[in-house]
Nanobody, 120 residues
Framework: QVQLVESGGGLVQPGGSLRLSCAAS????????MGWYRQAPGKQRELVAD???????HYADSVKGRFTISRDNAKNTVYLQMNSLKPEDTAVYYC??????????????WGQGTQVTVSS
């Protein structure tokens, strides 16, 4: 079993910052890609940013220049630094990882989600 624990969400004013964390634990041999998705009310879940095992990053156009994804491989943790937050960034943010377990099965895992609300 693999568990993902997210933290760092909350309420922030427009222009503010938040840092999300997602720590993976359990039967993990190797973590491949890691990423963050978000889902606003009435909308589909969308990719915000992801990062490969070689630290190649990719961002949605809507967050480029404001959000930064990073990872700590020793801790199996991925971070999302969110700056210059806008009301339209309000959503539930989900961590996603692609991991290989000790019997060499590779699959995706999701975190439980953390609420980010940007409002004055």
């Amino acid at each position: 079993q693999v568990q993902l624990v997210e933290s760092g969400g909350g309420l922030v004013q427009p222009g503010g910052s938040l840092r999300l964390s997602c720590a993976a634990s359990g039967s993990i041999l190797r973590v491949n890609s890691m990423g963050w998705y978000r889902q606003a009310p009435g909308k589909q879940r969308e990719l915000v940013a992801d990062i490969t095992s070689d630290n190649v990053t990719h961002y949605a156009d809507s967050v480029k220049g404001r959000f930064t994804i990073s990872r700590d491989n020793a801790k199996n943790t991925v971070y999302l630094q969110m700056n210059s937050l806008k009301p339209e960034d309000t959503a539930v943010y989900y961590c996603n990882i692609l991991a290989t377990n000790f019997v060499l099965i590779t699959r995706a895992y999701w975190g439980q989600g953390t609420q980010v609300t940007v409002s004055s």
